[in-house]
T-cell receptor, first 113, second 112 residues
Framework: KAGVTQTPRYLIKTRGQQVTLSCSPI?????VSWYQQTPGQGLQFLFE???????NKGNFPGRFSGRQFSNSRSEMNVSTLELGDSALYLC????????????FGSGTQLSVL | EDQVTQSPEALRLQEGESSSLNCSYT??????LFWYRQDPGKGPEFLFT???AGEEKEKERLKATLTKKESFLHITAPKPEDSATYLC?????????????FGTGTRLLVSP
């Protein structure tokens, strides 16, 4: 059974640009969550999608957005990139999300120059 | 505000030297406490979920316990392959679904 797949693995952007990250969950999983991981802050919750609907959102500015498609694949978008957006962005999936363990992908390492 | 604090930040052990990692939490109603292991360059890998005080779970050399204010991850006779960052996270009963609050982790290094 394939795990959670995130693309691209690495990304380098400059300030002001926008970026789109992709996540394919484990087959059959309908919940997809996104987390930002930085050395100082650890993992911080961005948002969670279930059946194409955003169910929960963390404390991030509106520049961070996401969506989920009918096949449960998800994308997150960051507009007007700032230096502080440099981080590892992790996607996680689960069957339906309530109190279940998360299966994480290997992440997309974003560097903003 | 829900909060998770892990200690120590880093721990160096000799192979076979047992120890414990601590996770203290404050949460408005605990739905579940999770332990994950993260290797460099990879995403976190699930280890345990604990739901109520007094609960214990074991897996190979690892044992997780839970009280009303903290959780411990006991590592018995560790091996070099146990070297990783161990993350603790809580899910509050009133925040809904998959919003986990993570600690910053304990970096464990086990030397042969």
């Amino acid at each position: 059974k394939a795990g959670v797949t995130q693309t691209p693995r690495y990304l380098i952007k400059t300030r002001g640009q926008q970026v789109t990250l992709s996540c394919s969950p484990i087959s059959g999983h309908r919940s997809v969550s996104w987390y930002q991981q930085t050395p100082g802050q650890g993992l911080q919750f961005l948002f969670e999608y279930f059946s194409e609907t955003q169910r929960n959102k963390g404390n991030f500015p509106g520049r961070f957005s996401g969506r989920q498609f009918s096949n449960s694949r998800s994308e997150m978008n960051v507009s007007t990139l700032e230096l502080g957006d440099s981080a590892l962005y992790l996607c996680a999936s689960s069957l339906d999300g309530w109190g279940e363990k998360l299966f994480f992908g290997s992440g997309t390492q974003l560097s903003v120059l | 505000e829900d909060q998770v604090t892990q200690s120590p930040e880093a721990l160096r052990l000799q192979e076979g030297e047992s120890s414990s990692l601590n996770c203290s939490y404050t949460v408005s109603g605990l739905r579940g406490l999770f332990w994950y292991r993260q290797d460099p360059g990879k995403g976190p890998e699930f280890l345990f979920t604990l739901y109520s005080a007094g609960e214990e779970k074991e897996k190979e050399r690892l044992k997780a316990t839970l009280t009303k204010k903290e959780s411990f991850l006991h590592i018995t006779a560790p091996k070099p392959e146990d070297s990783a960052t161990y993350l603790c996270a809580v899910q509050a009963a009133n925040t809904g679904f998959q919003k986990l609050v993570f600690g910053t982790g304990t970096r464990l290094l086990v030397s042969p």
